[in-house]
């Protein structure tokens, strides 16, 4: 039977497998999200759901399956075509902010733009309004060693707004924070995605979290299971 | 009584818990798993290196001795005149030199002919050989049997009848034979055949130490060594990082910060201590390699290679202390917690004051010593060593400083620059760390290359020969006629052009002489090569103005008239044989110009082409033959030689070289050259595994920014840039720091200051070579770390 991706999707995969060594990541897993839609990849340690995310944004080559994005099959890309549509198209968040240590933070979520070719001036400009709707406009001037980690968060997630992406991918943005702190990471976050109709593929194993989300795709031995949301 | 053995329990349990740390750090050091054990091998290997090479240093001085005293023991001929020679007897043996050279290298080579049953053996070797028998190093066994050596077995066609042993050899490398011979007339004192009783009979004149050679060789050595020292600190701070999360951790877990530190001194202790393990096996397998190798033709046996026991303990030592006090100190500026190392916050900024007291007090201790007695009466070989230790360990204590207060003030730019430039000002230490051994070992490369060229001419003798004209010269024998002489050397492969003179002098007189001149018989394309002349047929004769001798001068001014009667082979006085021989200056005798031969030397007297002799020839002469050869083939020199062997001269033509140098200095600056490839390969292998570290830290960050679309070229330019620019303010401290330090040094032996840039622009540039090297080597790891595995935290 093939599979075909709904109608509407920004992103789609179908019967996704990749496998590291004897250890299978994903056996046949399916995925869809539309413009503006947050979509939360749930799911046990090991699951797969990173494998997934990555799968998704182009980072990993999945060993078989079909990922399209915007109607493009995202296998008939280069390595120079998949990167130059991760700095335009896509965003990221991680677990642990991952943010350059020796950058200050405004330079940290100026650096998706000026890596586009933006200059200086303007991408740190644009970066400030990111920072200051994420409330960190503050720190500015602080290198990340020099803030707490809820406020990282925030600079990741300012970062990974900053060139307006259309989807928006997070892996357990909140795993480092504690409930109070990622409650606000998750608030900002959906917020700001929402205002500028990005779709947000959310990984995290916290139903907590889950629950900022439109729809839920459960992964569980590497097979994705939809679960839809009465909104 | 019970208040002592209250405390002594105390102090136990105090020493107990000490130990109980360290051993803990040592535990530590070799558990961790595959990440642990691998940075485990690093700091081993790194500080291994390190060791081997220190060792090595340690036994150059016994490998040196020891050569010495096996020359020594194998001395033969005197080269000097001896008033009461020895008189024949059962006990005596004419030795004969013999040696030749094969390709660029020497063969040391004698004739020996027993006088009686006692006749001594040389060392190394248990018979004598007969005639027509050799016995031969197994250097020369090797290459006599190999189809390299065809061209040098031509001229040693002996029987090999036996091999000489170590005892009698310099180098296992070294080719040297003996050969056995019956025609042997002793020449005292020539240097050529000499009568022995004994071999090593104390002919060697008393070395004078030269205070400017006790100084190279000082600095050399502190030049070679203060980078293996950097080299071993930097070792043994590998995985600091990650050592650093660990010890957060066991704070975690109710460790205080003492105990902590003590830890990390177990750590870099087992560190250290399996380095030493390490470094003894590298050391051992290069004194193995050592008997194999034939460097700038200086090879030794492994034997010779044994470290001096003080120096080898003293590494056993300073090693593991040095791998504690670096950690520790290391450490200073870093607050464990709990939760991490307080270190991401902006360090405080380093100060000038402390460091800049160091190059300054180094030249502090060397200024004294400027304008001191140059003959060593004075030389103060500590204070020396004190002054250029200072000078070169200021080098690693400014670069943190310079590298802080540049980077601090480099402007933005593209993104690979900035990602650069923050990481450096972040922590510059780091940076300054990865280039320190390669700034101390040019600054001190530089001032030594200074020294080198100021004295050079000082142990650099200029010989006059002109080797584009000719490349060897052979005085030829009174049996070797030159006509022949000259035509098999003609007919000789990669002999290009020959230049034959027949040479002597003619007199006033029969005997009893008052006026002679020298005379030179040649035709007239060689006499174009000994002086000037508007033309020249047979028959022509030439008077020489010029000439490097006045005697000749005179005379030839006084004897060159048309028809004056002059006698060759005239007799005066020596127990020769003469059969003196008149000839009269033909009408019409020329004018020439002298002009330097390709040896240097000027003609002067008579010049006459064969024509021009006397009708039965000229008795008194002896040949000399000039060689231009085949530049294009390398073996020329060789052909040569075996031809002159089959002529039966007794000694090879002499290769014409335009300069010779001392041996001793040639010894320094070889051992210079080694030292420095060693040190910098090592210097490679650090920069390369701290780039490595430093990536491997960093991977999932460079995972991260691949994942939101940073170019990777972009990544590679950064890690570029983060080496580029601590090694060019390295290299340019290094060579303001190594400038003085040469002027300092050359100022000391009361040469004039100049700085030699060809040198100064190698040295940096060798060094920046080094460095690209590893960045190009580092290039293929980086790749793979950028992989998005990086990000896998499952």
Known sequence: MTRVPPPGSLLAAQDLRKAYGPTTALDGADFSIHPGEVVAVMGPSGSGKSTLLHCLAGIVTPDSGSITYNGRELATMNDAQRSALRRSEFGFVFQFGQLVPELTCVENVALPLRLNGTSRKEAEKAALTWMERLEVDDLRKKRPGEVSGGQGQRVAVARALVTNPRVLFADEPTGALDSLNGERVMGLLTEAARSTNAAVVLVTHEARVAAYSDREVVVRDGRSRDMERAI | ?794
Not at chain 2, 489 to 508: H, I, L, P, Q
């Open chain 2, 1 to 794: 009584m019970s208040a002592r053995r209250g405390h002594l329990p105390l102090e136990r349990s105090r020493e107990w818990g000490r130990s109980r740390d360290l051993a803990m750090g040592a535990r530590f050091a070799f558990t961790g798993g595959r990440e642990g054990w691998v940075r485990m091998l690093l700091t081993a290997v790194g500080v291994g290196l390190g060791v081997a090479l220190l060792l090595l240093f340690a036994a150059i001085p016994n490998a040196l001795a020891v050569r010495q005293d096996r020359e020594t023991a194998r001395t033969d001929l005197s080269y000097q005149y001896i008033e009461s020679p020895l008189k024949k007897a059962d006990n005596t043996l004419v030795v004969g030199e013999a040696g030749t050279a094969f390709r660029d290298k020497e063969v040391r080579g004698r004739e020996l002919q027993p006088e009686g049953p006692r006749a001594p053996l040389p060392p190394g070797v248990s018979k004598l050989p007969g005639v027509g028998e050799m016995v031969v190093s197994p250097a020369l066994k090797r290459l006599l049997q190999s189809g390299e050596g065809r061209l040098l077995r031509e001229r040693l066609p002996e029987r090999i009848v036996g091999t000489i042993a170590e005892p009698g050899l310099i180098g296992a490398q070294e080719l040297a034979f003996y050969r056995g011979a019956d025609t042997l007339v002793v020449k005292e004192g020539s240097g050529l055949v000499e009568r022995i009783d004994r071999f090593g009979a104390g002919f060697k004149t008393p070395e004078k130490r030269d205070p400017v050679l006790v100084l190279l060789a000082l600095v050399v050595f502190l030049v070679l060594l203060l980078p293996v020292g950097v080299f071993i600190a930097a070792a043994v701070r590998f995985g600091g990082e990650r050592r650093d999360r660990r010890l957060a951790a066991l704070r975690l877990v109710g460790t205080d910060s003492r105990t902590t530190r003590r830890i990390a001194a177990g750590e870099a202790l087992a560190g250290s201590v399996a380095g030493l393990a390490f470094g003894t096996v590298f050391f051992l397998l290069v004194r193995e390699l050592s008997g194999s190798v034939d460097l700038f033709d200086v090879s030794v046996f492994p034997s010779y290679l044994i470290p001096s026991l003080v120096l080898a303990l003293l590494v056993a030592v300073a090693v593991p202390a040095a791998a504690v006090l670096v950690t520790l100190f290391a450490l200073r500026g870093v607050v464990i917690e709990p939760l991490g190392v307080v270190r991401t916050a902006k360090p405080p900024r380093r100060r000038l004051w402390w460091r800049i007291l160091l190059p300054v007090g180094g030249l502090g201790l060397l200024y004294p010593m400027i304008g001191k007695d140059r003959y060593g009466r004075d030389f103060n070989q500590y204070q020396v060593t004190g002054g250029v230790l200072l000078l070169l360990v200021g080098v690693t204590a400014l670069l943190p400083w310079v590298v802080e207060t540049v980077v601090a003030r480099l402007g933005s730019g593209g993104v690979a620059w900035q990602l650069a430039i923050r990481r450096l000002q972040l922590s510059s230490g780091t940076a300054a760390r990865m280039v320190n051994g390669v700034a101390v070992a040019v600054a001190g490369a530089i001032a030594l290359q200074m020294l080198f060229s100021g004295v050079q001419g000082q142990y650099t003798k200029h010989t006059a020969n002109d080797p584009t004209r000719a490349q060897m010269s052979a005085d030829l024998p009174d049996e070797v006629p030159l006509a022949r002489a000259a035509a098999d050397f003609k007919a000789t492969r990669g002999v290009a052009k020959v230049d034959a003179y027949d040479e002597g002098r003619v007199s006033d007189r029969r005997e009893g002489a008052t006026n002679s001149a020298q005379v030179t018989i040649a035709d007239c394309a060689s006499l174009r090569e000994v002086a000037s002349f508007p033309s020249c047929k047979d028959g022509d004769a030439f008077a020489v103005r010029g000439g490097d001798d006045e005697v000749d001068e005179l005379g030839a001014a006084d004897l060159s008239k048309a028809g004056t009667k002059l006698w060759f082979d005239a007799d005066d006085g020596s127990p020769a044989d003469h059969r003196p021989t008149s000839w009269s200056v033909p009408a019409g005798v020329k004018q020439a110009r002298a002009i330097a031969d390709p040896s240097g030397y000027k003609r002067g007297g008579l010049l006459l082409t064969p024509g021009a002799l006397p009708s039965g020839g000229a008795p008194g002469l002896h040949g000399q033959i000039y060689l231009a050869l085949d530049q294009g083939l390398a073996a020329a020199p060789d052909y040569a030689r075996n031809t002159a062997r089959r002529l039966g001269m007794p000694t090879d033509p002499v290769m014409l070289v335009s300069s010779k140098r001392d041996d001793t200095y040639a010894s320094i600056r070889t051992f210079l050259f080694v030292g420095a490839a060693g040190v910098l390969a090592l210097i490679g292998a650090s920069l390369l595994v701290s780039q490595l570290e430093q990536l491997r830290e960093r991977r999932k960050l460079l995972s991260s920014l691949i994942a939101f679309g940073t170019r990777r070229r972009t990544l590679c330019l950064s890690v570029l840039w983060q080496t580029a620019i601590p090694i060019g303010l390295g290299l340019a401290l290094a060579t303001a720091l190594g400038v003085t330090l040469g002027a300092a040094l050359l100022r000391m032996t009361d040469k004039p200051v100049g700085v030699d840039w060809a040198s100064v622009l190698s040295m940096t540039g060798i060094a920046t070579a080094v460095v690209l090297l590893v960045a190009v080597l580092s290039l293929p790891p980086l790749l793979r770390l950028m992989r998005p595995d990086g990000l896998r935290t499952e």
